[in-house]
């Protein structure tokens, strides 16, 4: 019996702008249609994390970041946190300009500016626990400056 499951590779991206606000898209398909999410997708084949989070911010939001300006937060791999199987996220973290334009395009519905001190109650996924630890680094980094 083989009891290997098959594993997904995911990147996501918590955008955030010096005066508090986060960029989080409105999903356009299944799991969690119409729920609020980060930006973010699948790595394609031959494809590194980082690579793909730059990407698939580009896709989702027109917003476009250097790979390489991109922060690694941390890897989100626990069973159960897809519906769709066993799935691996690496997040990353960009602080861009405020009010930086964005569009929404690919798999998002709509992509908004939202104020950190007045988030929807629910993000689709973990990414309630993804953006934590991204304000939490970004705080981090703030105060050690």
Do not use: C
Request: glycine fraction near 8%; hydrophobic fraction near 40%; avoid cysteine.
């Amino acid at each position: 019996m083989n009891d290997t499951e098959t594993t997904r590779y995911t990147a996501d991206v918590v955008a955030l702008t010096p005066d508090g606000h986060v960029l989080l898209i409105e999903r356009d398909w299944e799991p969690f249609e119409g729920e609020l999410a980060l930006p973010g997708g699948h790595r394609d084949r031959g494809e590194s994390s980082r690579k793909a989070a730059a990407r698939e911010l580009g896709e989702e939001t027109g917003l476009l970041v250097a790979a390489d300006a991109l922060r690694e937060i941390g890897t989100w791999d626990q069973p159960g946190r897809d519906p769709r199987g066993r799935y691996s996220t690496t997040a990353f973290l960009a602080v861009v300009p405020a009010g930086a334009p964005i569009v929404a395009g690919d798999d998002a519905r709509t992509a908004r500016w939202w104020p950190l001190d007045a988030l929807p109650e629910q993000l689709a996924f973990d990414h309630a626990d993804i953006l934590n630890a991204a304000v939490a680094l970004n705080a981090a980094k703030e105060a050690g400056r």
